[in-house]
């Protein structure tokens, strides 16, 4: 099946840091979004960025697509501990019928 | 988690018995999915509502069917349960028009022996 590629699969820094996560996919999407999943939790959403759009802030997120390259980033500014979890990127496809495609996800360690 | 909960949160079931999950919202939303997340493989949609009665297969189908007759609660049933159904399942929901993004259930551990 098609999905989304995170990179990198684990990332570890220290509070106070910024952490950068990649998220490639396949093919035109409708859009892209940003999920995060704490351990033992079901996933709760951030952030969407549309086809047309370039750039969002939310926070200390912010989210980059670059259409031409197929990828998309996600920048947390001024780590904290409770950042710690997993992150997910999902795409809707372009004429897909409300289904998600999810990458296998962001490990991120925030260290005090 | 508000607005959307999972029943049972954890269970173990022997393999051959049919088992099935519950999930319930009360936000009055069009699109409810289940979906299994397994260690190296993310989450991988099972099964998805578009409306009461209204289903579609995902991509992980086999081994699954589900149920929806009134908009709050979308029913996964196993219909006999193998060993490689042990897994962590999510249902999650979606509103209509430009609201496309899901909202998830806390999961429901189960464990086929």
């Known amino acids: 099946s098609q999905q989304g590629e995170e990179d990198p699969q684990a990332l570890s820094i220290q509070e106070g840091e910024n952490a950068t996560m990649n998220c490639s996919y396949k093919?035109?999407?409708?859009?892209l979004q940003w999920y995060r999943q704490n351990s033992g939790r079901g996933l709760v959403h951030l952030i969407l960025?549309?086809?047309n759009e370039r750039e969002k802030h939310s926070g200390r997120l912010r989210v980059t697509l670059d259409t031409s390259k197929k990828s998309s980033s996600l920048l947390i500014t001024a780590s904290r501990a409770a950042d710690t979890a997993s992150y997910f990127c999902?795409?809707?496809?372009?004429?897909?019928?409300?289904?998600?495609?999810w990458g296998l996800g962001t490990s991120l360690a925030v260290n005090p | 988690d508000a607005g959307i909960t999972q029943s049972p949160r954890h269970k173990v079931t022997e393999t051959g018995t049919p088992v099935t999950l519950r999930c319930h919202q009360t936000?009055?939303?069009?699109?409810m999915y289940w979906y299994r997340q397994d260690p190296g493989h993310g989450l991988r949609l099972i099964h998805y509502?578009?409306?009461?009665?209204?289903?579609d297969k995902g991509e992980v189908s086999d081994g699954y069917s589900v149920s929806r007759s009134k908009t709050e609660d979308f029913l996964l049933t196993l219909e006999s349960a193998t060993s490689s159904q042990t897994s962590v399942y999510f249902c999650?929901?979606?509103?209509?028009?430009?609201?496309?993004?899901?909202?998830f259930g806390p999961g429901t551990r189960l464990t086929v022996t």
């Open positions: 999902a795409t809707l496809y372009a004429g897909n019928n409300r289904k998600l495609i």
């Open positions: 093919t035109s999407i409708n859009n």
């Open positions: 960025i549309r086809s």
């Open positions: 936000e009055n939303h069009r699109y």
């Open positions: 509502s578009y409306g009461v009665k209204d289903t």
């Open positions: 999650a929901i979606s509103g209509g028009g430009r609201q496309v993004e899901q909202y």
